[in-house]
């Protein structure tokens, strides 16, 4: 397969909002569980280190799905669970149980990361001899991304801050949906 270079721009906006939410998340969230649920700074980072443990297993396991079901419907699936579990997030207030948002935590870090999985499942297909290129520009969208969330997370409130990552990819859920070929 082989596809138009114009979805690259697709492809960077979901990697942005895919690497970008990892890199972001990872930063914030030990200090999230401390401030939030007042939990010892111990054991919030053991719990916040389970979030890049997932990378482990959901990233391959995005391109896996992308190969074997379909670039276009594993994105749009990927996107429609890492829109809907950030948007709750985004509704977290004290009162929640604290393992209750660890447990959504860890699905919205399983959508975001097989979102970067199945992003690298089509980079190599937009155009052979330029792969490189366009994985340079999507890894640098990633690093944007992150650069991005960590000025809201300064800016806004934990909730917030999870909402605007929901609200992005929402966004980039309807490019997928409409756009990518």
Do not use: C
């Not at 397969?1 to 990872?26: C, M, N, P, S």
């Not at 994105?75 to 393992?99: N, P």
């Not at 155009?127 to 650069?147: D, E, K, P, S, Y």
Request: glycine letters at 8%; charged letters at 10%.
């Amino acid at each position: 397969h082989r596809y138009k270079f114009k979805q690259v721009a697709i492809l960077d906006w979901a990697y942005l909002v895919t690497f970008g939410t990892e890199l972001a998340v990872v930063s914030m969230l030990a200090m999230f569980y401390v401030s939030w649920f007042e939990l010892p700074k111990v054991t919030a980072a053991l719990l916040a280190g389970i979030y890049p443990f997932i990378n482990l297993v959901a990233r391959p396991a995005g391109g896996w799905l992308s190969d074997r079901f379909g670039r276009k419907l594993t994105l749009v699936t990927i996107f429609a669970g890492l829109s809907l579990s950030f948007i709750v997030l985004g509704f977290v207030d004290k009162e929640w149980s604290v393992w209750l948002v660890v447990a959504i935590t860890i699905i919205a870090g399983i959508f975001s990361k097989a979102g970067s999985g199945a992003v690298y499942a089509m980079v190599p297909l937009v155009q052979r001899r330029l792969t490189g290129q366009i994985a340079g520009m999507a890894g640098a969208f990633g690093n944007v991304g992150a650069v991005l969330f960590l000025t809201a997370n300064s800016m806004f409130t934990y909730d917030q801050f999870f909402m605007i990552i929901g609200l992005t990819a929402l966004f980039v859920f309807m490019l997928i949906f409409f756009f990518l070929e």
